[in-house]
């Protein structure tokens, strides 16, 4: 099992760009979650879906959309990339939702300028 | 109110100590407090967890105490080593009602363990 895998590993954009954050878990997970993590501010919730077909926004959504594409897959896009974007962003999952023990991807580092 | 406060920001301990890192809630919606470790370059992995109907939980040399009339839990490790040397993070599940919650995160502690 490769747990949650996240693409790309490392991204740098530029300000206005556009990019899709690719997120992926084989552990048959029903919730999948998208998280920013910037320097001493832990983790913040941008979206999560409870369950296949449903996505609902987190504690800092604006700027970001999110697709669901199935059980296995979750993508959260940029559609116009700002400085304030730049941060390190995790994917994670859990059997269950409602946030109970959820199993974190390895993350991307993106840096917008 | 949707907060999770933890202190302290870093810590360094030697090896056998026992570095307690400390959280403070407001809400009393929260119902699940999970710790979690994340080491360089790598995504947080869940370590323990507690509801508070349990008032301390010990999994290894990772004890959790919860004070829930002071709306405070802690993170005790014991017989640190320098392997345990990562940032950890309490959080709190708030929730919205049914099965529905999320998770919300302190801001982390980096704990560096020395030989």
């Known amino acids: 099992n490769a747990g949650v895998t996240q693409t790309p590993k490392f991204q740098v954009l530029k300000t206005g760009q556009s990019m899709t954050l690719q997120c992926a878990q084989d552990?048959?997970?029903?919730?999948m979650y998208w998280y920013r993590q910037d320097p001493g501010m832990g983790l913040r919730l941008i979206y999560y879906?409870?369950?296949?077909?449903?996505?609902d926004k987190g504690e800092v959504p604006n700027g970001y959309n999110v697709s669901r594409l199935n059980k296995r897959e979750f993508s959260l896009r940029l559609e116009s990339a700002a400085p304030s974007q730049t941060s390190v962003y995790f994917c994670?999952?859990?059997?269950?939702?409602?946030?109970?023990?959820?199993?974190f991807g390895p993350g991307t580092r993106l840096t917008v300028t | 109110q949707q907060q999770v406060k933890q202190s302290p920001q870093s810590l360094i301990v030697q090896k056998g100590g026992i570095p307690i890192i400390n959280c403070a809630y407001e809400?009393?919606?929260?119902?699940?407090f999970p710790w979690y470790q994340q080491f360089p370059g790598k995504g947080p992995a869940l370590l323990i967890a507690?509801?508070?109907?349990?008032s301390e939980k010990k999994e290894g040399r990772f004890t959790i105490s919860f004070n829930k009339s002071a709306k405070q839990f802690s993170l005790h490790i014991m017989d640190s080593q320098p392997g345990d040397s990562a940032t950890y993070f309490c959080?709190?599940?708030?929730?919205?009602?049914?099965?529905?919650?999320?998770?919300?995160f302190g801001k982390g502690t980096k704990l560096s363990v020395k030989p």
């Open positions: 994670a999952s859990s059997r269950e939702g409602g946030g109970y023990e959820q199993y």
């Open positions: 552990m048959n997970h029903n919730s």
């Open positions: 879906s409870a369950s296949e077909g449903t996505t």
């Open positions: 809400n009393t919606a929260f119902d699940y």
């Open positions: 507690i509801r508070p109907d349990v």
């Open positions: 959080a709190a599940r708030v929730n919205y009602g049914g099965s529905q919650g999320n998770l919300i």
